[in-house]
């Protein structure tokens, strides 16, 4: 399956944001949106009313990653707002099920994600539910962190894992990915790259993703 680019909107120009999604939306195949609470991580970023502000820009699938202490408090309102997909911290809910239940109650797709300091083996219980795995390969909370390669073998194991099982499930990974190491990781089983400041940040984000997705089927 062609691999999927997921800019993270935490690295756009907020004060332009319609502008930024209409650049990239074209090029790419979801868009990352990183919603943090200041408490599960040490960061602030946006909520509901930014996603249903945006929803009216594309119609790009929506990849909502929930760094939060309650990430299945919202999900009603997350669908409402134009989610498409919650991702969750197994460092938040240690048993995802009833995410996994209220996601599947309104509509969206779920998937869990492991930190970096994290085994695999804390989401493993549950993977069979997810629609993806998410592997940060930063500490979440901040964008521009550099990347961590030792974030590759757990993407490996959890390839290993999915493919073992029988499963479609996505292979996401987070954090610091670069035309420079996009293969790498999908070398190693990802099939989803989240990239934020390699592309937001760059001269122009549609030549960025386009670069990313060149390295990726390298």
């Not at 996994?100 to 989401?123: D, H, M, S, Y």
């Not at 493993?124 to 961590?148: H, K, L, N, W």
């Not at 099982?165 to 999908?186: K, M």
Request: proline share 7%; aromatic share 6%; net charge negative.
């Amino acid at each position: 399956m062609p691999v999927k680019i997921a800019p993270s909107l935490l690295a756009a120009d907020f004060a332009r944001l319609e502008e930024e999604i209409t650049r990239v939306a074209p090029h790419v195949d979801w868009l990352h949106l990183d919603v943090m609470d200041g408490h599960f991580v040490p960061n602030i970023s946006f909520g509901i009313p930014v996603i249903s502000s945006i929803r009216t820009a594309t119609e790009v699938f929506f990849d909502c990653h929930i760094m939060t202490t309650n990430p299945d408090a919202f999900l009603p309102e997350l669908r409402e707002a134009g989610a498409d997909q919650v991702t969750v911290h197994i460092e938040a809910v240690p048993d995802p099920t009833r995410a996994f239940e209220r996601a599947t109650q309104n509509g969206l797709k779920c998937g869990l994600v492991v930190n970096p300091g994290t085994p695999f083996e804390a989401i493993a219980p549950f993977a069979e539910r997810c629609d993806t795995i998410v592997i940060m390969s930063v500490e979440p909370g901040y964008g521009g962190q550099a990347f961590m390669p030792a974030s590759l073998s757990k993407v490996e194991e959890a390839r290993e894992w999915v493919e073992n099982h029988g499963l479609g499930a996505d292979i996401e990974i987070d954090g610091g990915i670069t035309p420079e190491n996009a293969g790498s990781a999908v070398s190693a089983g990802a099939s989803v790259l989240v990239a934020g400041t390699a592309v937001f940040r760059a001269d122009d984000p549609a030549s960025a993703v386009d670069a990313l997705r060149r390295a990726a089927d390298n």
